[in-house]
């Protein structure tokens, strides 16, 4: 139950909601037990009036008095009962609609370790499925509680009054009730757990077959995924039947309690008015009390269970939420800038970049990735970074974006360490085109924009960092230019333009330092000397760190660091590192001679 204090402080948003609507649902269960006695009164009437023998007339006229105020009671009591939904299910999904923004922008602010930990199905499902469990404390469980309690009291406060003996007889079945619910309840729980578990793996299996449906195809995996999928939905199917099945024994024995008591309340109620301790009028208001007490009373098991389900949904909700994004970002979430904390004006900023003894260790597989590595770039130079696959290259890159903190050494930014800075601000002071390119499922323009925002970029701005990213003259051929939509929705780009429209989302901002992690490896090297060409341009003011496996990529940078393993192999030009005939040198000999095999390959046809 603990778990749910995460919410009061909703509640104590929509106080003036929740207020209202607790008086709204006391109001409407007043209304609703007075009918139950103008129904005595009017019963009591009857037998009077028989008795009495009066006339048709008079006994009508009385009758349809009483008929008309049970009308318009019953209508007050439903009016009250809509104004208390309005005022509690209505708060209820303003809360809902918050703990879902609070949720998402929790899960932005948290590196990017926790979604190596966490899969995103489970984070999907704590984002809809836990949020609508939570709302249903929030709304129905709030609601019934508070008409149940208001019902329980009000009705064995007038049951007592009429007769305390009869009220024991009435209600005596109903604790048992309350109790087997309880229990119930209880089972039902951990089933709809299990349910719930098994949703969320059914969710996963689909996420991740539809994202990777191109791999799932060419392996001609159809079948067997298939399979997998109908073997998980027949075990959701059989766990969910078992939980229904439950639930619909819930009703006829419900039934059946409410049936004894309304055979005690006539049995021991006749013998009483026979007695004449109480009218008959008297028999009929406890019926209709019975019926209004026991599903409130049956309810009670219920919203226990909604609690409790809503509870087990928190905490997993609490869970992500008290995750703590290991990285401090120096300002709140909600993008106010902590007091002391720089952010980086663009006058002020120079994207100096250095490395001091920097160690990396991965948090989550505890691989060593760099080790003791040092270097500095300056504004209008360039730092490339070669070397074989897993040494350590991308890792860098994370390192300057702060993806992750250093495990030992530290990096400086402009002159001042990298911690010290404002997280966002250090970030859009960056252009960083990832190894692994992603592009959303938008325009072409909105890919590119998204380097500065869309709201904040012309045209004129995308087209020309489309240009410089050598992309421009393929976008003006798709069929709707710049708004071409791609992905999921749209065309279907190759490699090499999906690297160039990454590259143009990094330069446009025209940041301070650029990134470009083996972001050519999908052009040719012909594409690639053009692009780095009319690159240059821009990175002759800029810090620029460039990492590829190619010599021919990193041959014209200021400097050239060869990694191994996480260490520094080699450094230097690319000519001082050709003289001294190490690491480097081999590496070039190795691809020159593919190269030259690969522009045989290309002639052998045509001969
Ligand atoms: N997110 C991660 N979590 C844990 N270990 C990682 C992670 N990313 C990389 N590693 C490990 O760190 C080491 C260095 O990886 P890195 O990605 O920096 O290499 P790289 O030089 O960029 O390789 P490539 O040329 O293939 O891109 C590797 O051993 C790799 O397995
Ligand atoms: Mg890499």
């Not at 922008?105 to 999907?124: C, E, I, V």
């Not at 305390?164 to 048992?176: Q, S």
């Not at 309340?265 to 019975?290: C, S």
């Not at 995308?462 to 071409?484: C, H, L, N, W, Y």
């Amino acid at each position: 139950m603990k778990s749910l204090q995460h919410l009061n402080k909703y509640f104590w948003k929509y106080r003036w909601r929740l207020v209202l609507g607790i008086l709204f649902a006391v109001l409407s269960t007043f209304f609703g037990i007075y009918v139950a006695v103008l129904v005595r009164k009017a019963t009591d009437f009857m037998t009077h009036a028989v008795a009495e023998h009066y006339s048709f007339e008079a006994t009508a006229e009385e009758l349809l008095k009483y008929g008309l105020l049970i009308l318009g009671t019953t209508i007050i009591s439903g009016f009250l009962m809509f104004l208390m939904r309005q005022s509690i299910i209505v708060m209820s999904r303003h809360i809902e609609f918050d703990l879902k923004n609070e949720i998402f922008a929790h899960y932005q602010s948290l590196d990017t370790s926790f979604y190596r930990r966490n899969n995103t199905g489970d984070l999907m499902n704590r984002i809809s499925e836990d949020v609508s469990r939570v709302r249903m404390y929030i709304g129905p469980a709030v609601m019934y509680f508070a008409s149940t309690i208001a019902t329980i009291i009000l009705i064995s406060a007038t049951m007592t009054n009429v007769s305390a003996k009869l009220t024991l007889y009435a209600l005596f079945p109903l604790p048992i009730l309350v109790v087997v619910i309880y229990f119930v309840s209880d089972l039902i729980n951990r089933m709809s757990n299990k349910v719930q578990e098994q949703l969320s793996k059914l969710s996963t299996i689909a996420q991740e077959s539809f994202s990777g449906i191109r791999v799932l195809k060419a392996y001609a995996q159809e079948e067997p995924t298939g399979n997998y999928f109908t073997t998980e939905s027949g075990v959701y199917r059989k766990r969910y039947l078992g939980l229904i099945m439950t639930e619909a024994l819930f009703s006829p024995f419900i039934l059946l309690l409410m049936g004894l008591s309304t055979l005690l309340t006539i049995y021991v109620g006749g013998k009483l008015a026979i007695d004449g301790q109480i009218t008959y009028g008297n028999i009929v208001e406890f019926i209709i009390y019975i019926g209004k007490l026991t599903w409130p009373v049956a309810s009670l098991g219920w919203v226990t269970s909604l609690v409790q389900r809503a509870a087990a949904s928190q905490e997993r909700i609490n869970e992500f939420l008290n995750t703590k994004s290991y990285l401090t970002p120096n300002h709140s979430p909600m993008g106010k800038w902590k007091k002391g904390v720089n952010s980086i004006s663009f006058g002020e900023w120079r994207g100096e970049v250095e490395f001091k003894n920097v160690s990396f260790v991965y948090p989550n597989s505890g691989i060593k990735a760099l080790d003791q590595i040092s270097f500095r770039v300056v504004p209008g130079k360039s730092l490339a970074i070669i070397g074989k696959t897993g040494s350590g290259k991308s890792s860098v890159a994370s390192l300057i974006c702060r993806l992750y903190d250093v495990t030992e050494g530290e990096i400086l930014v402009a002159g001042k360490k990298l911690q010290e800075w404002d997280l966002h601000s250090v970030r859009r002071q960056i252009g960083y085109v990832p190894q692994d390119t992603f592009l959303f499922s938008d325009t072409v323009e909105n890919n590119i924009a998204f380097g500065v925002g869309y709201e904040k970029s012309s045209l004129g701005q995308v087209e020309q960092a489309a240009k410089s990213a050598g992309i421009f003259s393929e976008i003006e051929r798709f069929p709707d230019k710049f708004k071409t939509m791609i992905g999921e929705r749209g065309i279907t780009l190759s490699g090499g333009q999906k690297q160039r429209i990454a590259i143009a989302r990094a330069i446009i901002g025209s940041p301070q330092i650029l990134i470009f992690d083996d972001c050519l490896s999908a052009v040719d090297t012909e594409t690639e000397a053009e692009i780095l060409g009319s690159l240059r341009k821009i990175m002759m003011e800029k810090t620029t760190i460039l990492i590829s496996h190619r010599v021919s990529t990193v041959k014209d940078a200021s400097h050239i660091i060869a990694l191994d393993q996480g260490r520094i192999k080699e450094e230097g030009t690319h000519q001082q590192l050709m003289d001294k005939h190490g690491y480097y040198f081999e590496l070039y000999k190795m691809q020159m001679a593919d190269e030259e095999k690969k522009n045989d390959a290309e002639i052998l046809p045509m001969q």
